[in-house]
């Protein structure tokens, strides 16, 4: 699959493909997004609340992208009228929701049991979904989300709900943070994206509690020992005392083919810093130099 790649700021990126945009911890910032398809869904992912990775100002793109959908950590406070309409990420519980066919499902992340549906009382307590469009005041999720919506939600009879032909089909995981919120894993056609969010090997003296944060980086990645991804968004973060390790120990138990370099606060000269590491030898040629915002890379 074809995609295009767009560094916002920080840990804010834009992925472009055919279908969609997906749209990762933007909190707008100093950056402005650049021009988007307003017909084309925008999925924005925000890992945590964090203000350099959330901002409440992000649930007013609506009104510019009729067809946005938010996937939220579950520590991010959402807006009463935008909540039959976000689906809620749980930071402590490792699942897979799979929107498809404009249905969506909660499934375990157990290899044996993957795509498997949940029961539905256990589903409606995980999350609610809708791929929607919406005016400038008023949403309606599409009818065929098998995320039960509340009753009560309000009602919107000037708007219509996107046709079943042009739902995506796209999979969303996460893995726990071990600072805040989750790290997200989205798949969509042969497009498998890692989006680290705050989960990173936090090394700043090697005391007793960054041996202990560095257990419960190791720790979630060993649930994606092995997996190979297209693309993934990992910190490099200039405050750290170890500050390649993120990239380091990622790449020791997942892989991936291309790797952008995240959470800098602005500085540059990181990933060429990186690429000059011992450990960085093996995979140098896949590392991206991310340094001006808006900078693009067609893929």
Not at 29 to 39: C, M, R, T, Y
Not at 69 to 85: K, T, Y
Not at 202 to 223: A, C, N, P, T
């Amino acid at each position: 699959m074809n995609y295009i790649v767009t560094y916002i700021e920080h840990s804010c990126f834009l992925v472009e493909t055919t279908e969609c945009y997906l749209l990762f911890d933007y909190y707008c910032g100093e950056v402005p997004l650049p021009a988007l398809d307003p017909s084309k869904p925008l999925l924005l992912f925000n890992s945590h609340a964090h203000p350099d990775h959330f901002s409440k100002e992000i649930f007013t793109l609506h009104e510019r992208y009729p067809r946005s959908f938010f996937v939220l950590s579950v520590d991010i406070p959402v807006p009463a009228a935008i909540q039959p309409f976000t689906c809620p990420m749980l930071p402590h519980e490792h699942r897979l929701i799979q929107l498809t066919n404009g249905r969506a499902a909660v499934v375990p992340t157990s290899a044996d049991k993957l795509f498997q549906p949940m029961d539905t009382k256990q589903q409606e307590a995980v999350f609610r979904a809708g791929i929607l469009r919406a005016s400038e005041t008023s949403m309606k999720p599409h009818p065929t989300s098998e995320a039960r919506m509340d009753d009560k939600a309000p009602d919107a009879p000037n708007v219509h709900s996107i046709p079943d032909a042009s739902i995506i089909d796209i999979s969303i995981e996460t893995l726990r943070s071990n600072d805040e919120g989750v790290a997200f894993i989205v798949r969509l056609g042969d497009l498998s994206i890692y989006h680290a969010g705050d989960l990173n090997n936090w090394w700043w003296d090697g005391d007793v509690e960054d041996q202990k944060l560095s257990d419960i980086y190791h720790e979630e990645l060993e649930r994606i020992r092995g997996r190979h991804f297209t693309t993934a968004f990992i910190p490099l973060d200039p405050r750290l005392k170890g500050w390649w390790k993120g990239i380091e120990d990622f790449m020791h138990y997942a892989d991936a083919d291309r790797i952008f370099p995240m959470h800098n606060f602005g500085e540059k000269g990181l990933p060429k810093k990186f690429l000059a590491l011992d450990c960085a030898a093996g995979y140098k040629n896949r590392v991206f130099d991310v340094e001006e915002p808006l900078s693009s890379w067609k893929l």
